[in-house]
C-alpha cells in the first residue's frame, strides 16, 4: 500500500450509518443530561430542553447523532445500553449519604448524594450506558450511588 493512499485513509471519517428507531412510551421532551429508552435496545441522552409530548415518537439519526425526534430538531446522542425499570421497595423519602433503598427486583441503592422527595413505591430506572456506571433515577430524578445485589 502506497504511502499517499494510507494518508487519504486516515483523512476520511469514518461515518456510522444513519437510521430511524423510536422512544419506548410516552415522551415528553428533551432535558439535559437525561435519558429515554429506546424500542428494541439503546438509549437516548439529551443535550438541551425541548418540551413537547408524543407517544412513542420516531427518532431519526445520522449515525450516533440525533436529527430530530418526531418533528423537533433536538441535540441529543444515542447509546449502546440498556435499562431496567423496577420500584422502590416501600416509601421512599430521598437519598442521604449512605442511606440503603431496597428495590423490588431484589437490588440495593447506596445513595452518595442528598435529595428529598417522598413518594410511596415510586418507579426506578436504572441505566447502563456502555463502559459507564449505571445511572439511577428515582421518579424521574437522577440520584447518585452505588447498585449491589441482595
Known amino acids: 500500500m502506497n504511502k499517499f493512499f494510507m494518508f487519504f485513509i486516515l483523512l476520511v471519517?469514518?461515518?456510522?450509518?444513519?437510521?430511524?428507531?423510536?422512544?419506548?412510551?410516552?415522551?415528553?421532551?428533551?432535558?439535559?443530561?437525561?435519558?429515554y429508552?429506546?424500542?428494541?435496545?439503546?438509549?437516548?441522552?439529551?443535550?438541551?430542553?425541548?418540551?413537547?409530548?408524543?407517544?412513542?415518537?420516531?427518532?431519526?439519526?445520522?449515525?450516533?447523532?440525533?436529527?430530530t425526534?418526531?418533528?423537533?430538531?433536538?441535540?441529543?446522542t444515542l447509546h449502546n445500553g440498556s435499562?431496567?425499570?423496577t420500584k422502590v421497595d416501600?416509601?421512599?423519602?430521598?437519598?442521604?449519604?449512605?442511606?440503603?433503598?431496597?428495590?423490588?427486583?431484589?437490588?440495593?441503592?447506596?445513595c452518595s448524594s442528598y435529595g428529598y422527595k417522598y413518594s410511596y413505591s415510586p418507579e426506578v430506572m436504572i441505566y447502563f450506558v456502555e463502559s459507564n456506571k449505571p445511572q439511577v433515577f428515582i421518579k424521574g430524578k437522577k440520584y447518585n450511588g452505588t447498585l449491589y445485589k441482595k
Open 37 to 67: 429508552p429506546l424500542a428494541g435496545g439503546g438509549i437516548l441522552e439529551c443535550q438541551e430542553y425541548n418540551y413537547f409530548y408524543e407517544y412513542a415518537p420516531e427518532v431519526r439519526t445520522d449515525g450516533r447523532e440525533v436529527i
Open 69 to 76: 425526534i418526531g418533528d423537533n430538531k433536538v441535540h441529543a
Open 13 to 35: 471519517p469514518i461515518v456510522a450509518n444513519a437510521g430511524t428507531y423510536k422512544i419506548d412510551g410516552d415522551f415528553e421532551g428533551c432535558d439535559y443530561d437525561q435519558f
Open 90 to 110: 416501600g416509601e421512599f423519602n430521598g437519598c442521604d449519604y449512605d442511606k440503603k433503598i431496597n428495590l423490588q427486583n431484589g437490588l440495593v441503592f447506596v
Open 83 to 85: 435499562v431496567i425499570k
